[in-house]
Protein backbone atom coordinates (compact mmCIF):
# COMPACT_ATOMS: atom_id res chain seq x y z
CA UNK A 1 0.00 0.00 0.00
CA UNK A 2 0.80 3.98 -0.42
CA UNK A 3 2.69 5.23 2.18
CA UNK A 4 0.47 8.72 2.76
CA UNK A 5 3.47 11.09 3.80
CA UNK A 6 1.53 14.13 5.41
CA UNK A 7 4.27 16.53 5.09
CA UNK A 8 6.93 17.81 2.52
CA UNK A 9 10.15 16.64 3.00
CA UNK A 10 11.73 19.98 2.19
CA UNK A 11 9.83 22.67 3.58
CA UNK A 12 7.47 20.92 6.09
CA UNK A 13 3.86 21.91 4.32
CA UNK A 14 0.83 19.76 5.51
CA UNK A 15 0.04 17.31 2.84
CA UNK A 16 -3.59 15.59 3.85
CA UNK A 17 -4.27 12.32 2.59
CA UNK A 18 -6.71 14.55 -0.24
CA UNK A 19 -3.98 16.95 -1.35
CA UNK A 20 -3.88 17.62 -4.60
CA UNK A 21 -0.47 19.56 -3.91
CA UNK A 22 1.29 15.79 -2.87
CA UNK A 23 4.15 14.79 -5.23
CA UNK A 24 6.07 11.50 -5.25
CA UNK A 25 8.60 9.91 -6.91
CA UNK A 26 8.72 6.06 -7.43
CA UNK A 27 10.18 5.36 -3.74
CA UNK A 28 7.44 7.93 -2.47
CA UNK A 29 9.83 10.64 -1.43
CA UNK A 30 7.50 13.13 -0.99
CA UNK A 31 6.91 16.95 -1.80
CA UNK A 32 4.39 19.82 -2.40
CA UNK A 33 3.76 20.69 -5.61
CA UNK A 34 5.65 24.58 -5.01
CA UNK A 35 8.76 22.64 -4.14
CA UNK A 36 8.71 20.73 -7.07
CA UNK A 37 7.83 22.83 -9.66
CA UNK A 38 10.48 25.37 -8.23
CA UNK A 39 13.74 24.61 -6.61
CA UNK A 40 13.72 20.40 -7.43
CA UNK A 41 12.68 21.38 -11.04
CA UNK A 42 10.42 17.70 -10.67
CA UNK A 43 13.78 15.64 -9.84
CA UNK A 44 13.15 14.13 -6.54
CA UNK A 45 16.66 15.31 -4.50
CA UNK A 46 16.86 11.73 -2.88
CA UNK A 47 16.82 9.21 -5.99
CA UNK A 48 16.89 11.96 -8.67
CA UNK A 49 12.99 10.47 -10.08
CA UNK A 50 10.76 11.97 -11.46
CA UNK A 51 8.01 13.46 -9.52
CA UNK A 52 4.72 13.23 -10.32
CA UNK A 53 1.24 13.73 -8.50
CA UNK A 54 0.36 11.06 -5.77
CA UNK A 55 -3.17 9.68 -5.74
CA UNK A 56 -5.60 11.16 -3.09
CA UNK A 57 -7.42 8.95 -0.71
CA UNK A 58 -10.59 9.76 1.06
CA UNK A 59 -10.86 9.46 4.67
CA UNK A 60 -13.05 6.66 6.38
CA UNK A 61 -15.57 7.71 8.54
CA UNK A 62 -17.28 5.71 11.29
Known sequence: MLEMREIC?????PLGWD????????YECTF???CVDG???G???N???VLQPRPT???KTA
Not at 9 to 13: D, K, Q
Not at 19 to 26: G, K, Q
Open 57 to 59: RVR
Open 19 to 26: SSEARICS
Open 47 to 49: CGG
Open 32 to 34: CAP
Open 9 to 13: ERCTA
Open 39 to 41: PLN
Open 43 to 45: RCP
